[in-house]
């Protein structure tokens, strides 16, 4: 029994495609075609940038060593298990594929994939996706050199960069960048010669000395980008790349064959005209002060009237062509449609060339040249190459390896985007800023602002302005590195979001980080905003290696309902990092109002809507039901059955058809429309399915919009307000309340009432009573109980002595006393006296404790 995995990003990172050839130095050469020609020791020690990995559509390509390997990530049977390896792919053979493979990219059509190495380009022809079964193998494919006398192992020219530009005509116009400055464009279909050459650094002279003051990296081109916009001439500028930092700009570039959109074209020809109209106006004024800018506005007008002419040109001759066909006999169109029919035969059908546009696009050509590349008649002006760029303010010179003074940092790799002012206004807002983006090997990656848009300008003394174009830089963002011991030199590249257009990915031998420049872009639309902008949000989303032996060489991002929205990256030992990514959920686009919906009441909303139940559980999907319904139909479905049996003699040539043959030609018909019928409807199915879940995203995204809401509701409700308004008033209260209180303590002024003036007579007559004073002496209380104190003591002493003489027996006649009767009388006395001291004693003491109670306020009065 086959071991099958499903399919998921997980499962990606074992797949077979990713695991490395067998190294060509493990065996021995068999003969002198498989030697290869190594790089010079004098090609400039550039980092090189490499993108080995691209995806076009469902199918993923790979790029190891010397060969191009393709999968299909749709199999919905799951990957085969077979001798420890996981899945199948399928190996892209060319003759001409000898190289070490640093670059594949795809066109537009997704039919051609230029394969780019160090000196060399070839450009694959792919096969279509029918052609990628579940089995392994090799698949020869058709293969263009290009250029072969530029491009070749033994050539002086460095390939930098390739790009396919996007209004090449069938996408066949494909851009080289070499190291030497020099942009060329390549038609596929005429691939052995460069249709058109721009020139970015001037030429180095042949007998120039190898020792020399000039900085090397200011003759090396390192990247280049096409230009953006909408109406202005923005998406005919190209900018260039110097290795030391120095930015570039020449324009208007367009493909040899292009196709442009028709409406650019009329918003284009209404940009220049108006702009003629107004420095004319400004030119004839007393100071004259348009005049300068009126030769150059002059040119733009007139090239930009040379592609609307070639456009009348081609749409009077097709309807010229088009009444020639109409009064044209049938015969003569059949003869001419066989010759036209035997004519494509020689050619592919994937290479061949339109002749009728699409709707909307037009088909140009540049004015200096004619449709077949070839020099134009009239004299035309070469195009002035502008810059360098001013950075104003310029960048911070940061960088991982600032301590190694012997390596200047170097710019490898540019990037050009055109992001919405507003995340809110993104599909309909006019208003869009375009971002640039340099990166550097120290991992600096500064960011910019292109305030003025760079426009068209030719070699002419009637435009003798010298002005070069200003790109502030609104930050530089230091990517971490860790401290490594390489010769290599690392390099930067990047590669653009394909959901968000103001986020981009850095790809370098580390990982894969993300920029997010919408922080500041969205303060930047405020009316008014502080001195400081915010920063770019910088995640790394990929962590490799510390060692420099397994670096990053490929990134994909995709945005796809069979993966999702993410990004894959490969590391050159062909181990896989996968990261899936989050979608914008607040965001007011996401779910945007129609007219129906606004006109809906909201009770009508109610019923129509189900309160929790999701929609996707509502209404249930089967789909290994589905599919086998399609695989295994009631009745079988098969024709070729059919024809055997009911003609036996199907396989022979026939003179003549009889009616059995007619009625099986039918039952085969029937058969075949109900079978398409069944897919028919399954596909409906499906769509459906796709349909109901996209309003259960809705409904999702809605619900968790309200649940926002709510929180914020909860945030800002009222019983949180008059909490925060009653400690605000308490805080007020109890101000007031000191306030009054130390207003109160410094206007009181105590006054003594008529009882407490009496209260006080009383307790001063008692003190004199008990002390004594006045003009009599001694007759206090205090001073009559010492008195009585001391007479007591007196009489104390004589009653001890009395006693005593009582108890002793009279031996002699004692000398005269006093008698019984007269101590009756004393001791009466005494004892009366006796109970005058306690009392007066007592009351002394409670006189004592009232005087101690009143005596602080006695004092303070």
């Given at each position: 029994m086959v071991q099958t995995i499903p399919f998921s990003l997980s499962t990606l990172r074992s797949h077979s495609i990713f695991i490395p050839p067998v190294s060509a130095s493990s065996s021995t050469p068999s003969n002198d075609e498989e030697w290869e020609l190594v790089d010079r020791p004098s090609d400039p020690a550039i980092g090189k940038r490499t993108s080995r990995m691209a995806m076009r559509d469902k199918e993923l390509l790979v790029a190891m060593d010397k060969e191009v390997r393709i999968m299909t990530l749709s199999s919905s049977e799951g990957w085969e298990v077979k001798d420890g390896c996981v899945g199948s792919y399928k190996t892209l053979k060319s003759p001409n594929l000898t190289f070490t493979i640093h670059h594949i990219i795809p066109n537009s059509t997704g039919r051609l994939l230029a394969v780019v190495g160090h000196h060399q380009i070839v450009v694959l022809v792919l096969p279509k996706s029918s052609y990628f079964g579940t089995t392994g193998g090799d698949l020869e494919c058709r293969s263009i050199p290009i250029d072969e006398y530029h491009f070749s192992p033994s050539s002086n020219d460095v390939i930098t960069q390739v790009s396919w530009h996007p209004w090449g005509e069938g996408g066949n116009s494909l851009w080289v960048l070499t190291a030497n400055g020099k942009l060329r464009e390549y038609d596929v279909l005429q691939p052995h010669d460069a249709v058109q050459t721009f020139h970015f650094l001037p030429e180095r002279p042949a007998s120039s000395s190898k020792f020399t003051a000039v900085d090397p990296l200011s003759r090396y081109a390192s990247s280049f980008a096409f230009s953006t916009g909408t109406v202005d001439f923005g998406p005919l500028m190209v900018y260039v790349l110097i290795a030391n930092g120095d930015l570039y700009t020449m324009g208007p570039i367009l493909p040899l064959h292009t196709e442009m959109p028709v409406q650019y074209l009329q918003g284009l020809k209404a940009f220049t005209d108006v702009r003629l109209a107004r420095t004319e106006t400004e030119a004839k004024d007393a100071f004259g002060a348009g005049e300068a800018g009126l030769g150059r506005a002059t040119f733009q007008a007139q090239w930009v009237g040379s592609l609307v002419k070639q456009v009348k040109l081609a749409e009077e001759a097709r309807t010229k062509r088009n009444q020639v066909e109409v009064s044209e006999t049938p015969s003569r169109r059949t003869s001419r449609l066989s010759r036209s029919t035997r004519g494509m035969g020689e050619q592919s059908p994937s290479l061949s060339r339109s002749t009728a546009p699409r709707e909307g696009i037009v088909k140009v050509h540049p004015p200096h040249l004619t449709q077949s590349g070839g020099p134009a008649p009239g004299p035309h002006r070469a195009l002035l190459r502008q810059g360098p760029a001013v950075f104003n303010p310029g960048p911070h010179e940061v960088g991982n390896f600032d301590d190694n003074d012997d390596e200047d940092q170097m710019a490898s790799d540019l990037f050009v985007a055109e992001v919405a002012a507003t995340y809110e206004d993104r599909e309909q807002s006019k208003d869009k800023e375009t971002v640039i983006a340099i990166g550097w090997s120290g991992g600096r990656v500064d960011v910019g602002l292109e305030v003025e848009k760079p426009e068209p300008r030719w070699v002419s003394s009637r435009d003798t302005i010298s002005s070069v174009p200003v790109v502030p830089i609104i930050e530089s963002i230091l990517l971490p590195f860790p401290h490594v011991d390489s010769s290599e030199v690392p390099s930067l590249s990047f590669k653009r979001d394909p959901l968000y257009s103001d986020v981009f990915y850095v790809q370098h031998a580390f990982g894969v980080d993300a920029i997010s420049v919408r922080p500041w872009l969205d303060e930047l639309q405020k009316e008014t905003w502080g001195n400081e902008l915010p920063s770019s949000d910088v995640v790394r989303l990929v962590e490799s290696a510390s060692s420099p032996t397994k670096p990053i060489v490929g990134i994909v991002d995709f945005c796809n309902i069979t993966l999702g929205y993410g990004l894959i990256a490969m590391a050159s030992s062909g181990q896989l990092a996968f990261v899936e990514m989050d979608l914008r959920i607040a965001d007011s686009a996401v779910i945007p109002p129609t007219s129906a919906s606004l006109a809906e009441s909201p009770t009508s909303k109610q019923t129509k809507e189900p309160d929790s139940q999701s929609l996707l559980v509502a209404k249930p999907f089967d789909p290994d039901r589905l599919v086998a319904s399609i695989r295994r139909p009631d009745p079988p479905y098969n024709p070729f059955a059919v024809l055997k049996q009911r003609i036996p003699d199907y396989n022979k040539p026939v003179s003549s058809i009889s009616p059995e043959h007619l009625r099986v030609l039918g039952e085969i018909s029937s058969q075949v429309q109900k079978r398409t019928e069944a897919v028919r409807n399954a596909s409906e199915t499906v769509e459906n399915r796709l349909d109901l879940q996209i309003q259960e995203l809705q409904r999702q995204i809605k619900l968790l919009r309200e649940c926002q809401e709510d929180i914020q509701?909860?945030?800002?409700?009222?019983?949180?307000?008059?909490?925060?308004?009653?400690?605000?008033?308490?805080?007020?209260?109890?101000?007031?309340?000191?306030?009054?209180?130390?207003?109160?303590?410094?206007?009181?002024?105590?006054?003594?009432?008529?009882?407490?003036?009496?209260?006080?007579?009383?307790?001063?007559?008692?003190?004199?009573?008990?002390?004594?004073?006045?003009?009599?002496?001694?007759?206090?209380?205090?001073?009559?109980?010492?008195?009585?104190?001391?007479?007591?003591?007196?009489?104390?002493?004589?009653?001890?002595?009395?006693?005593?003489?009582?108890?002793?027996?009279?031996?002699?006649?004692?000398?005269?006393?006093?008698?019984?009767?007269?101590?009756?009388?004393?001791?009466?006395?005494?004892?009366?006296?006796?109970?005058?001291?306690r009392r007066l004693i007592r009351r002394m003491e409670m006189l004592d404790m009232r005087l101690e109670v009143a005596s602080p306020g006695v004092e303070e009065a």
């Open positions: 509701q909860l945030r800002q409700s009222r019983t949180l307000s008059r909490a925060e308004e009653m400690l605000r008033k308490q805080d007020d209260l109890s101000d007031q309340l000191d306030g009054v209180l130390s207003s109160m303590t410094a206007e009181y002024k105590p006054q003594v009432g008529e009882v407490e003036r009496k209260w006080f007579e009383e307790l001063e007559r008692l003190r004199m009573r008990v002390r004594g004073g006045g003009v009599v002496r001694g007759k206090g209380l205090a001073t009559r109980a010492q008195i009585l104190n001391e007479q007591l003591a007196a009489v104390k002493k004589v009653l001890s002595e009395a006693r005593s003489t009582r108890k002793e027996p009279p031996s002699s006649p004692a000398p005269s006393t006093y008698g019984s009767k007269q101590l009756k009388p004393l001791e009466a006395a005494l004892s009366a006296r006796s109970e005058e001291l």
